[in-house]
């Protein structure tokens, strides 16, 4: 029986079985493979660059953003300008539900505002800012009206968002830190009006997740912790800048307090440090938290003491402790590239060394009635680099 006599419904079966090429391949043998295979094809979009992102606006038809339901742009460079393209793309993706933008440079609020506004089943976003902060910034303002804009965003991935001078006391900021000075054309929100700060992302109803990597935070030490947030996940980095450590901290443990009482994971790649409160004042709450996970390459063992003091009223079940891999350094030959696998390894070992030291320590000086939901920790620099309490 050849391809042409089979029903429908197996042709269907088989096109969401191909690969992506090979399902890009088929829809050029007819017309009629070409229509079955569309919605395939065009289900998750990547644009690499702001010249293939004219060129898509350009010449796809706008009837097939219909099918688009994830879409990835990065720019690379900020010239040539392409808000009005990439508005014009998510003017017609009516059924899109994930969108992640790597941006050189910012786009226009009042024209790519609407386009956002009428991403009605777009549920999680990824923005982040590809080039240097002081060369082209990207204004926490137009993140956060963008994030606001959308009904039903659950997840939002922030990383290298430049604060604003509208928001921040440049007086605050230290010398290295840039801050947007002309993000004022941002149009306020109708519910969080012209106070678009990142902190103002806990407004949001329907968030449920909110990763923040690289992005300067010690501005936000005095968190209004009455914000009404419904975030059950939330991850915090720190920033690229040499600033206070101690003001860092002091800020994460902000945004942790602000998130109470709904957060129930929490990943850190930085600290934690418990604020000052005056004995008159009552003690803050903290979120119900059940697992907190460290990421071990972006913060250092010394600041565990610090982070597991702020978290000892909270009942944490799951202590999970590991480090990405760095990215990979161009070996010669193969004696060259085991070479450096043996000092990683070298180097995950000693770190399991000295963070099972302070997990231990931890253990013996811990108090079981700030501590008595803690069930288990884990440990894992690598496939056979690892420890475990089963508490």
């Not at 994930?98 to 910012?106: I, N, T, V």
């Not at 010394?302 to 350094?329: F, G, R």
Request: aromatic letters at 4%; glycine letters at 2%; charged letters at 15%.
């Amino acid at each position: 029986m050849s391809w042409h006599a089979l029903p429908a419904e197996l042709h269907l079966a088989v096109v969401v079985l191909l690969p992506a090429a090979s399902t890009v391949a088929l829809a050029a043998t007819s017309r009629a493979a070409h229509a079955l295979c569309l919605p395939r094809v065009f289900a998750a979009v990547s644009i690499p660059s702001a010249d293939a992102l004219l060129a898509f606006a350009r010449h796809v038809p706008p009837h097939y953003g219909q099918y688009i339901k994830s879409l990835a742009v990065s720019t690379k460079q900020p010239h040539p300008p392409c808000t009005d393209a990439l508005a014009a793309i998510l003017a017609s993706s009516t059924r899109l539900q994930a969108l992640s933008l790597s941006l050189a440079g910012s786009l226009s609020p009042q024209r790519i505002l609407p386009a956002f506004a009428r991403l009605s089943n777009l549920h999680s976003l990824d923005i982040s800012s590809s080039a240097p902060e002081h060369v082209a910034p990207l204004s926490e303002r137009l993140v956060v009206a963008l994030a606001a804009s959308l009904p039903a965003l659950a997840r939002l991935s922030l990383a290298r968002i430049t604060r604003s001078a509208l928001h921040v006391d440049p007086c605050d900021a230290p010398h290295d830190v840039p801050l947007v000075m002309n993000d004022f054309d941002v149009p306020p929100h109708p519910i969080l009006g012209t106070n678009l700060s990142i902190p103002n992302l806990l407004r949001i109803p329907s968030l449920r997740s909110l990763q923040i990597r690289d992005t300067w935070l010690s501005c936000d030490t005095k968190l209004d912790t009455h914000a009404s947030s419904s975030l059950d996940s939330l991850l915090l980095t720190g920033s690229m800048y040499p600033d206070d450590a101690q003001h860092e901290a002091l800020a994460c443990t902000a945004w942790l307090r602000a998130c109470a009482p709904s957060l129930r994971t929490l990943y850190l790649g930085t600290s934690l440090a418990i604020p000052h409160v005056p004995s008159r004042q009552p003690s803050l709450a903290l979120p119900q938290l059940s697992h907190l996970h460290i990421n071990a390459s972006r913060t250092t063992v010394d600041t565990l003491p610090d982070t597991l003091a702020v978290l000892s009223s909270s009942p944490v079940e799951c202590i999970t402790i590991t480090y990405k891999d760095s990215l990979p350094i161009a070996a010669e030959s193969d004696r060259e590239k085991q070479l450096v696998d043996n000092f990683a390894r070298q180097c995950a070992l000693d770190d399991l060394e000295d963070w099972r030291d302070a997990i231990n320590t931890f253990l013996i000086t811990r108090s079981n009635q700030e501590w008595s939901a803690l069930q288990s920790i884990h440990i894992s620099f690598g496939d056979d680099i690892h420890a475990s309490w089963d508490l």
